[in-house]
């Protein structure tokens, strides 16, 4: 590819950038700092279609504020690239000379008119928190600043202007995006303290039957089929170890995050054992050990019982949580022993009727009231069963 330089377009301001089409229209990859990006991106164009202006959903206020906070907190943070468009008469790609013309991918400038603004069509929400960052940290001695300054955004830029288009492209962005199931993105997500102790220093232990070093954890869907080995997904995992640290005081996910980091911040180690000793304890109960050691025997326990719902799961944790923070007699191994004479067996029988399970069709009932009401049936049991001893 030659090295000369681009035809210049003189009072327009370049920028480096790798030109292509796509579906017919010239599309620019570029970047910018953060600084700079907001400087050219035009205010927030919600979708409209009465009038058909705008793309972008309605704004997620605390979801920007999160993205803003991101930025602020992580130094080697990351963020997908935005796509911004803008019309044809204030900005051009050209090519290096002596490109050829049958090229596909073509290196170059983009050229844009001083004052244009580029109009995002994906992105509103990074745009904005980007916007807040920059706005809180204008001191040139700012660390923030520094680091924004220093910092790129990746932009894909369409030269279209057509408003129909940009909308369509929106909708078609997200019908072909695939978005990372739960127990795959927190497992990746090791800034978490709660990810980081259990993948690290729980999981692959060889003492935790129901875990089996990992292997009995599922990481790839959030709810193992029913005739999966697998014990239970690393979102059921991780929620029940969380609520096991905490209890169902906090209603919100950020507050329930911000509680777990808190509590493992100051008292790391009691939070391992306490989460070591509720998932040995679990593997111990009559129903699962000898699951564990049979062939098929995960999908038998899954098929007979409740014992890997994860709402059942959650509402153990739950009960748990209650009777070890109340009664300082009960530690969580003894908590867990009282259940040895709880009946767990799915059927018209089940002491869950009526909290975990449905009265007529004897299915579970989902949500989280549901397994609140059966974590009180629990707490019921090993609160009578501590009274008897």
């Known amino acids: ?23 017919g229209r010239q599309m620019v990859a570029t970047a910018m700092t953060p600084i700079d990006y907001t400087s050219v991106v035009g205010p927030r164009e919600v979708w409209d279609p009465l ?70 069509g994906d992105g509103g929400h990074r745009t904005g928190a980007y916007t807040d960052v920059v706005e809180a940290h204008r001191e040139f001695n700012d660390d923030v600043h520094q680091r924004m300054a220093a910092s790129g955004q990746p932009i894909i830029v369409v030269l279209d ?13 997200q019908k072909n995006a695939k978005p990372l199931n739960a127990s795959i993105g927190q497992s990746m997500d090791r800034r978490s303290a709660l990810n980081r102790i259990l993948i690290e220093k729980i999981i692959k232990r060889d003492d935790i039957p129901v875990f089996a070093e990992g292997r009995r954890v ?16 690393y979102k059921t995992l991780r929620y029940a170890s969380g609520t096991l640290l905490v209890g169902t005081g906090l209603r919100d996910t950020r507050g329930w995050e911000d509680a777990v980091e808190l509590k493992i911040a100051s008292d790391e180690r ?12 679990l593997g111990e ?21 409740w014992l890997l719902s994860a709402n059942l799961l959650y509402a153990i944790t739950a009960a748990v949580h209650q009777v070890t923070s109340d009664d300082k007699r009960l530690n969580v191994t003894a908590s867990m022993t009282k259940l040895h004479t709880f009946d767990f067996s799915r059927g018209s029988a089940s002491p869950f009727v009526g909290t975990l399970v ?32």
């Open 1 to 23: 590819m030659s090295e000369a330089r681009p035809q210049q377009i003189f009072g327009f301001v370049p920028y480096p950038a790798i030109g292509y089409r796509m579906g």
């Open 358 to 389: 449905d009265p007529v069709t004897l299915k579970a009932v989902a949500g989280r009231g549901a397994w609140e009401g059966a974590a009180d049936v629990i707490v019921r049991h090993i609160n009578s069963d501590s009274e008897k001893n």
């Open 51 to 120: 009038s058909g202006g705008g793309t972008n959903r309605k704004e997620d206020k605390a979801h920007r504020q999160r993205i803003a906070k991101y930025i602020e907190e992580t130094e080697d943070y990351v963020l997908n690239s935005i796509l911004v468009y803008i019309g044809e008469g204030d900005a051009k790609f050209v090519p290096y000379e002596g490109t050829p013309e049958e090229q596909a991918v073509k290196t170059g400038v983009l050229y844009v008119r001083p004052g244009a603004k580029f109009k995002v």
């Open 270 to 281: 009691g939070s391992i054992a306490r989460i070591v000793d509720f998932w040995q304890s």
């Open 161 to 173: 202007d057509d408003q129909v288009r940009r909308a369509q492209d929106f909708t078609d962005l």
């Open 285 to 305: 109960l009559p129903a699962v050990r000898p699951a564990l050691e049979r062939d098929k025997g995960v999908a038998l326990l899954r098929h007979d019982t």
């Open 218 to 233: 599922e990481f790839l869907t959030d709810t193992p089929g029913k005739l999966s080995a697998k014990t239970m997904s």
